[in-house]
Structures are given as structure tokens and as C-alpha cells.
């Protein structure tokens, strides 16, 4: 199909399923760097020499000022995202005392990203006040073994899964660029499908020097729309999020939010810089879209 018509033809699903509601949130690095997995993608990654900042887990102030910052803006929703395989038990309960405590001064809807927890250790962030949990599942299970061999597609599905039995709500999606064939893009799609995954992240491989996908070629703004577009046929209902890489489009995104996407990840994108908050408010707003009260 001619991708004009066939983007067309997405924003019409999205339209007739999902309204003008767009879903915007913004992210904070709470804990950087030293990561024990090998994704080939990541600067964090401790097997590849990258620069990047390195820090433990935030304090409750730090996590807290940035809530209200983000708030104060008008993004309705705020995600905790920390680096390695996942938080250690002592971890998570300082995670849940600052979720608790940032809770009762900021009116913001929490999700977290803290790795391969178990169904108990999603059960006290729930308690604490979050309400959703991010975990990629990057690209198609028969490609993921390019990716990364530290741990596998399978233990991320454990961990969705253990989330949704926690009482939790997931966001998960891929990156694009990974040098994945357009079949393994709709296989990933088909998955978050069969997980009745309502979020998902569309992220568009931003190369990265001294990793392994550092001469990646970059996708063009047109393969995006097409792989957004695929998507939203896929997943008629969900939330499509542009998310890391939309940096890169001269367009920042905007022939997406067309093309089906409903959703973004605004402000800083951990290890890449982001888009402005006000600069997103002011575009979604020409294209008529509504910011989800969450």
C-alpha cells in the first residue's frame, strides 16, 4: 500500500478506537550506568566503553523535585527508569519509601522500570503507589538473541507477566534499527498483542558510540511512519508512545502522531536528550489531540 494511504488508513483506526486522548509522561534516569546485560544498543551497558554519567539510586528529594517539575507542565504521568537486570530487594524498598512519599506531595500517575523483578517485588511497588510497569521486549523473539545474550525475550514475558498477576499495568514495546527485518517488526507487534499490552513504546535506534550498533544506519522518518502505522493495524486500541530516537526526526515526531501514534514520551530521554514539554503541549495541540487526565 502507498504509505500515504496506508498512514492515513492507521490514523483512522486510531481515531475510531482511541479518540483524540494522547498519553504523555516523562521519564527520569534513577539509577545510571554499570549495567551487568550486554544490549547491544545501550550506553549504560558495562561491557562497552561509553560515556556515560554513573550514579546509585536517586534520593526521594531528587525523584520528588523532578515529579513536581514535570507536573507543574502538565504531564499527567512520570516514570522511575534504573539500570541493570533489575533493583535488589533493598533497592526496591527504598524505590517503594520514595514512590510513597513523592506520592503524597504530586498529584502524577508513577510508573516504574526496575527490571526482572519478581511477582512479590511488583506487589510492593504497587503498594507503594505505582500503577504501571515498563519492559521492552526490544524486537521479535527470534531476533533477540542478536541483541542481547545476558538474559533473554523469555525472562523479560516472565516479568510482564508477574507484573499483570501483581495488579500492575505494563508499557512495553522496541526499538527500531536494531538491524531487524520488517517480519521481526511485526512478530514483536503480534507478541505485545498476545500480552494485551494497552502501552507501547516505538523507540527509533539512536547509534550510540562504542557500542555495538554505533554504525547502525539511522531509519528515515517515512520507515517510522510505516512501522507506526503497522502497528496501530496490530494493536487498534493501544497506546502507540513515540519514545527514545523521536529526538532525531526533523519533524520530532509529528507525521507519527498521524500515522497512529497516540502517545510520547516527552522532556529527557535518559542517555539522549529529549523534546521540550512545552514545544510537545504546543504540537499536539494543532494536531488536535487532548492530553489523557491519567
Known sequence: MPLELLCASADEIRRKFCGSQF???TIINGKSGKCSENCKYCAQSSYYQTEVE???LLET?????QAQYNRNRGVPRYSIVTSGR???RQEVEQACESIRLL??????SV??????LDEIEFQMVRKAGAVRVHNNLETSAGY????CTTHTQADKIAAIQAAKKAGLSVCSGGIMGLGESM?????????????DIQSVPVNMLNPIPKTPYENNPRLTEDEMCQIVALFRFILPKSFIRLAGGRGLMKDQGRKCFQSGANAAITGDMLTTSGITIQRDMEMLLELGYKVAKI
Open 144 to 147: 533477540f538473541p542478536n541483541v
Open 23 to 25: 498519553d504523555l509522561c
Open 183 to 195: 517480519a521481526d517488526r511485526i512478530d514483536l507487534a503480534l507478541t505485545l498483542r498476545e500480552l
Open 111 to 116: 510508573c516504574v522500570s526496575f527490571g526482572l
Open 86 to 88: 533489575k533493583l535488589s
Open 54 to 56: 554513573t550514579y546509585p
Open 61 to 65: 528529594e531528587e525523584l520528588t523535585k
Open 103 to 108: 506520592k503524597k506531595s504530586v498529584d502524577i
